[in-house]
């Protein structure tokens, strides 16, 4: 039987699709103090946002009459015939927000028109609007909203920790603010500052602001006019890519959007200036026509859809590619940009492949080589026999340890070994590759897939063990964050100490680092940090165990060795014997596998030496 939904029930259906937690019903009341002419913006909190969320504006302000119907559904002043919704420049429109937000929280709003004298108050709880009165209230508007989701306990559950949610509402605050520079932001969470920004800023300096001095003198703009198309912003130089796409930031007619062939046309306009698997900083500001762009396909309006997306598309490569041409000469590229027109070979199957460009010496493990194969024919195979020795038994190897600087190069061909119970012969090849001889014929490892593996291992047993082996820091790094990076970074704190990475605020945006995991210390505290958030921002909605194991495995992913990593003599012993010892050696943590077996059967079959 058809029934017409009570409008209690409808509500709480609507916000669903509006309100998932405190930092969207801070989106929406900040895009509504912005759409009221607002200059300065307060948001606070409390508990993350669940007990409180409170903000307040200097805008225009709203009557009584406005008031009256502000929780209405579908109670909108930006719309008022259908072709309004096909020329939207304001921020909201459909008239959702405030509605949603009463059906799930105890709301209040205290507006005063500007020029009036007396301000106006209505509360709204579980849908149920009171009439406005006459209160006492500055030129603007405050709406507090109390107990979110205390009517739906269920939806309550999923919020996170409290230093999550705050790191959320400062990610959504640091999209407002850089696509407004000219309004002045705050962020106040249980009386801490946690984000403050003057008005009346360019760009430029909004954007050091947030990200640090790391892209002071780093930021090439580019500009791009064309078919009605306005394009303008900044491109970061190859020196400060990042391995996640924490740092692009695209805005459409100042609207904060996130557009994956935007993004992919900004990546080809990198093309040749960076290694596989960094992701070039951004921030684009598009200026369109209203009708040839359709804000209202999804209910946070953060997804558009183009009438000529061809025309978007190219405008942002060629804008990016023509200031990177320019840019080119700039001693402050810092080597990031290739001697000669092409870029260093790709590895497309390996997403890992090339994480960072590390002088030799830096990990413990990877030797950079040169060249992953010798030019001459004669020079690989005078290669490949010197490099097909044994695996020894691992009393042999305690025995012998290889010198920290090894390198995978042999002035001779080396004596064959002594056959024996255990000993296998092995071979790196191609710099990228091992082929393991055994009983039953060979197998081919996946050099950083298996050394990804093994590190995985050793940090993940001490994290369950709840025995992080951590190196303490001889000088503690200092690093430089957003707003909202520094928010994740903090909420991740107990996660971090359990994988043995000690970091404490210190100052401002910056954390101080103080220890790092044994295994991986070498990597670096700032390219470990840049990795944690990476792998932190894709499993945001993870459960606690799970989101720690990805940060562990992502980690372990960027501190293995690479494709064209040489390897000495002893560090494939060191891996291969690890390999025979472990119980799941077969996968890395993000399930690829570590090895290919080819038996002898095979390859009698292969030469046509068996039916």
């Known amino acids: ?21 405190p930092a969207s019903v801070v989106k929406e009341l900040v895009e509504n103090a912005l759409d009221a002419e607002a200059t300065r913006v307060l948001v606070e909190l409390e508990e993350g946002g669940k007990k409180l969320i409170r903000v307040t504006d200097d805008g225009v302000g709203m009557g009584v009459e406005d008031l009256a119907l502000a929780f209405h559904p579908h109670a909108t002043s930006k719309i008022e015939n259908p072709d309004d919704l096909f020329q939207i420049l304001s921020y909201g429109f459909r008239g959702e927000a405030l509605s949603s937000i009463g059906s799930v929280a105890r709301a209040t709003i205290l507006s005063r028109r500007r020029g009036e004298t007396l301000g106006h108050r209505i509360d709204c709880e579980r849908s149920e609007v009171g009439a406005p009165h006459e209160a006492g209230a500055p030129e603007g508007t405050m709406v507090e909203v109390r107990d979110l989701f205390y009517n739906t306990p269920a939806r309550r ?44 800023e360019d760009i430029e300096s909004r954007l050091v602001r947030f990200f640090g001095k790391e892209l002071d003198g780093k930021l090439v703009p580019v500009a791009e006019e064309r078919d009605g198309l306005s394009l303008r912003g900044f491109i970061g130089l190859p020196s400060v890519a990042k391995p996640s796409a924490s740092r692009q930031f695209v805005f459409m007619n100042d609207r904060y959007i996130k557009d994956r062939s935007i993004s992919h046309a900004a990546a080809q306009g990198f093309e040749g200036f960076l290694s596989s698997r960094r992701y070039p900083v951004f921030f684009l500001y598009i200026d369109l026509d209203p009708k040839t762009v359709d804000v209202n396909v999804h209910p946070t309006k953060v997804e558009v859809r183009f009438r000529d997306r061809n025309l978007v598309f190219s405008a942002v490569k060629r804008a990016v590619a ?58 690989r195979v005078a290669e490949m026999e010197a490099g097909l020795f044994g695996l020894v038994p691992s009393e042999t190897v305690r025995s012998q340890p290889a010198p920290s600087g090894e390198r995978c190069r042999h002035e001779g061909p080396r004596p064959a070994p002594a056959a024996g119970p255990g000993a296998f012969r092995f071979l790196q090849i191609h710099a990228s590759y091992i082929l393991v001889e055994d009983d039953e014929g060979f197998y081919i490892v996946d050099q950083h897939a298996l050394h990804e593996r093994m590190l995985f291992e050793k940090i993940w047993r001490r994290v369950e063990e ?105 560090q494939i012993r060191e891996l291969l014997l690890w390999e025979r010892g472990a119980e799941s050696s077969a996968a890395c943590p993000h399930g690829r596998p570590t090895r290919l077996r080819i038996t002898l059967a095979e390859l009698e079959r292969r030469f046509q030496r068996k039916e």
Do not use: Y
Not at 1 to 21: C, F, Q, T, W, Y
Not at 162 to 188: H, K, Q, W, Y
Not at 333 to 349: D, K, N, Y
Not at 479 to 491: G, I, K, N, Q, T
């Open 466 to 570: 709840g025995a992080p082996d951590s190196q303490r820091l001889l000088v503690p790094e200092v690093v430089e964050l957003s707003p909202a990076e520094r928010e994740r970074f903090l909420a991740m704190k107990d996660d971090l100490d359990a994988i043995g990475f000690v970091i404490e605020p210190f100052g401002g945006d910056s954390v101080v680092v103080q220890s790092l995991p044994q295994d991986l210390a070498k990597r670096g505290a700032r390219k470990l940090l840049e990795t944690m958030l990476g792998a932190e921002e894709e499993g945001f909605d993870l459960p606690l165990r799970e989101l720690r194991r990805d940060v562990v495995a992502t980690m372990a992913c960027r501190a293995a060795v690479k494709f064209n990593d040489r390897l000495s003599d002893a």
């Open 322 to 379: 023509r200031a990177l041409a320019i840019a080119r000469p700039m001693a402050d590229l810092g080597g990031s940009i290739p001697a000669g027109p092409a870029a260093r070979p790709r590895v497309e199957h390996e997403k890992e492949a090339a994480a960072d460009a590390e002088p030799a010496g830096e990990r413990r493990w990877a030797q950079p080589s040169a060249s992953a194969i010798p030019a001459a024919r004669r020079e």
């Open 1 to 21: 039987m058809i029934r017409i939904l009570p409008p209690h029930i409808a509500n709480k259906i609507a916000a669903g699709e509006v309100i998932e937690r």
């Open 157 to 200: 559950k999923f919020l996170k920790a409290d230093g999550s949610e705050v790191a959320r509402v400062t990610e959504i605050v640091t999209r407002l603010a850089l696509a407004r520079p000219e309004i002045r932001f705050e962020v106040v969470h249980n009386g801490r500052k946690v984000l403050r920004c003057e008005g009346a």
